[in-house]
Protein backbone atom coordinates (compact mmCIF):
# COMPACT_ATOMS: atom_id res chain seq x y z
CA UNK A 1 0.00 0.00 0.00
CA UNK A 2 3.19 2.16 1.05
CA UNK A 3 4.61 2.38 -2.67
CA UNK A 4 1.32 2.52 -4.23
CA UNK A 5 0.92 6.09 -2.47
CA UNK A 6 4.52 7.14 -2.86
CA UNK A 7 4.07 6.03 -6.54
CA UNK A 8 1.14 8.15 -7.18
CA UNK A 9 2.78 11.57 -5.31
CA UNK A 10 5.65 10.80 -7.61
CA UNK A 11 3.04 10.53 -10.80
CA UNK A 12 1.24 13.61 -9.33
CA UNK A 13 4.48 15.09 -8.61
CA UNK A 14 5.73 15.19 -12.04
CA UNK A 15 2.78 15.94 -13.73
CA UNK A 16 3.14 19.59 -11.68
CA UNK A 17 6.58 19.70 -12.10
CA UNK A 18 6.00 19.70 -16.00
CA UNK A 19 2.90 21.71 -16.32
CA UNK A 20 5.11 24.67 -14.92
CA UNK A 21 2.39 25.68 -12.47
CA UNK A 22 3.62 26.52 -8.59
CA UNK A 23 2.10 24.54 -5.81
CA UNK A 24 0.59 27.54 -4.52
CA UNK A 25 -2.04 27.13 -7.56
CA UNK A 26 -2.44 23.82 -7.28
CA UNK A 27 -3.27 24.21 -3.76
CA UNK A 28 -6.19 26.42 -4.14
CA UNK A 29 -4.65 29.88 -3.62
CA UNK A 30 -6.00 30.81 -7.13
CA UNK A 31 -7.15 34.68 -7.37
CA UNK A 32 -11.48 34.54 -7.20
CA UNK A 33 -10.97 37.00 -10.81
CA UNK A 34 -9.11 34.19 -12.16
CA UNK A 35 -11.22 31.23 -11.70
CA UNK A 36 -13.21 30.31 -14.73
CA UNK A 37 -10.55 31.99 -17.09
CA UNK A 38 -7.90 31.22 -19.50
CA UNK A 39 -4.76 32.80 -20.28
CA UNK A 40 -3.37 32.71 -23.37
CA UNK A 41 -0.55 33.87 -25.29
CA UNK A 42 1.63 32.95 -28.37
CA UNK A 43 4.69 32.62 -26.96
CA UNK A 44 5.00 30.05 -23.51
CA UNK A 45 3.09 31.14 -20.21
CA UNK A 46 5.51 32.14 -17.50
CA UNK A 47 4.16 31.63 -13.99
CA UNK A 48 5.27 35.12 -12.00
CA UNK A 49 6.78 34.85 -8.87
CA UNK A 50 5.31 38.13 -7.59
CA UNK A 51 1.66 38.87 -8.35
CA UNK A 52 0.08 36.09 -9.86
CA UNK A 53 -2.66 38.20 -11.27
CA UNK A 54 -0.98 40.84 -12.86
CA UNK A 55 1.42 38.78 -14.34
CA UNK A 56 -0.37 36.42 -16.04
CA UNK A 57 -2.52 38.99 -17.45
CA UNK A 58 0.04 41.03 -18.74
CA UNK A 59 1.50 38.20 -21.31
CA UNK A 60 -2.54 37.51 -21.81
CA UNK A 61 -3.30 37.90 -25.63
CA UNK A 62 -6.43 37.20 -28.22
CA UNK A 63 -5.43 37.98 -31.24
CA UNK A 64 -2.97 35.06 -32.44
CA UNK A 65 -1.06 35.67 -35.93
CA UNK A 66 0.24 32.64 -38.36
CA UNK A 67 3.74 31.39 -37.59
CA UNK A 68 6.14 30.46 -40.13
CA UNK A 69 4.70 27.21 -40.93
CA UNK A 70 1.33 28.84 -41.81
CA UNK A 71 -0.48 27.34 -38.21
CA UNK A 72 -1.30 29.37 -35.44
CA UNK A 73 0.11 28.28 -31.88
CA UNK A 74 -1.54 28.76 -29.03
CA UNK A 75 -0.34 28.36 -25.55
CA UNK A 76 -2.82 28.61 -22.29
CA UNK A 77 -3.17 28.24 -18.74
CA UNK A 78 -7.28 27.67 -17.58
CA UNK A 79 -7.98 28.07 -14.21
CA UNK A 80 -11.54 26.28 -13.28
CA UNK A 81 -14.09 27.45 -10.91
CA UNK A 82 -14.18 24.08 -9.25
CA UNK A 83 -11.87 21.09 -9.16
CA UNK A 84 -12.46 18.81 -11.89
CA UNK A 85 -14.19 15.29 -11.20
CA UNK A 86 -12.33 13.70 -14.39
CA UNK A 87 -8.98 12.29 -15.26
CA UNK A 88 -8.97 13.17 -19.10
CA UNK A 89 -9.81 17.02 -20.27
CA UNK A 90 -10.32 18.25 -24.06
CA UNK A 91 -9.32 21.77 -25.34
CA UNK A 92 -11.33 22.71 -28.50
CA UNK A 93 -10.96 25.49 -30.70
CA UNK A 94 -14.53 26.55 -32.13
CA UNK A 95 -15.00 28.73 -35.87
CA UNK A 96 -18.02 30.61 -36.20
CA UNK A 97 -20.40 27.68 -37.51
CA UNK A 98 -19.33 25.86 -33.49
CA UNK A 99 -17.14 23.78 -35.49
CA UNK A 100 -13.73 22.03 -34.14
CA UNK A 101 -10.43 23.49 -35.74
CA UNK A 102 -7.86 22.02 -33.05
CA UNK A 103 -8.74 19.15 -30.53
CA UNK A 104 -6.83 18.10 -27.60
CA UNK A 105 -7.12 15.40 -25.43
CA UNK A 106 -4.93 16.13 -22.15
CA UNK A 107 -4.45 13.84 -19.07
CA UNK A 108 -4.94 15.30 -15.86
CA UNK A 109 -5.75 14.16 -12.55
CA UNK A 110 -9.26 14.03 -10.67
CA UNK A 111 -9.74 17.09 -8.61
CA UNK A 112 -7.36 19.38 -10.48
CA UNK A 113 -8.42 23.26 -10.88
CA UNK A 114 -5.92 24.30 -13.38
CA UNK A 115 -4.19 23.22 -16.76
CA UNK A 116 -1.13 24.69 -18.54
CA UNK A 117 -0.60 22.97 -22.53
CA UNK A 118 -0.22 24.11 -25.86
CA UNK A 119 -2.31 23.87 -29.17
CA UNK A 120 -1.43 23.74 -32.46
CA UNK A 121 -4.43 25.21 -34.85
CA UNK A 122 -3.27 23.66 -38.53
CA UNK A 123 -5.68 25.28 -40.74
CA UNK A 124 -9.43 27.19 -40.26
CA UNK A 125 -12.09 28.27 -42.99
CA UNK A 126 -12.93 31.47 -41.16
CA UNK A 127 -8.92 33.37 -40.37
CA UNK A 128 -9.20 37.10 -38.91
CA UNK A 129 -12.45 36.20 -37.20
CA UNK A 130 -13.48 35.43 -33.40
CA UNK A 131 -12.97 31.38 -32.11
CA UNK A 132 -13.73 29.64 -28.95
CA UNK A 133 -11.33 28.19 -26.77
CA UNK A 134 -12.91 26.35 -24.54
CA UNK A 135 -11.43 23.43 -22.04
CA UNK A 136 -13.95 20.58 -21.18
CA UNK A 137 -14.56 17.18 -19.37
CA UNK A 138 -17.21 14.56 -21.11
CA UNK A 139 -20.60 13.49 -18.69
CA UNK A 140 -22.54 11.19 -20.15
CA UNK A 141 -21.02 11.92 -23.45
CA UNK A 142 -21.74 15.51 -23.39
CA UNK A 143 -18.81 18.29 -22.96
CA UNK A 144 -19.13 20.06 -19.47
CA UNK A 145 -17.51 23.45 -20.13
CA UNK A 146 -14.46 24.11 -17.24
CA UNK A 147 -13.53 27.46 -18.93
CA UNK A 148 -13.87 29.15 -22.47
CA UNK A 149 -12.25 32.73 -23.98
CA UNK A 150 -12.74 33.56 -27.07
CA UNK A 151 -9.90 34.72 -29.26
CA UNK A 152 -9.24 35.74 -33.07
CA UNK A 153 -6.76 33.32 -35.36
CA UNK A 154 -5.44 36.17 -38.34
Aim: a positive charge; hydrophobic letters at 45%; proline letters at 5%.
Amino acid sequence: MEKRKLWSLLVFGAFLFTTGLSFAVWAGAIPGNLRGKIITSPKSIELPERNLLGGLLKQDRQVFTRDSNGAWSVNLVAFFRQPTPAEQLGVVVLDGKNEAVAVATVNGVNGQTTLACSLLVDSTESPGQEHKLQVFYVKNGEPVVLAEKTIVLK
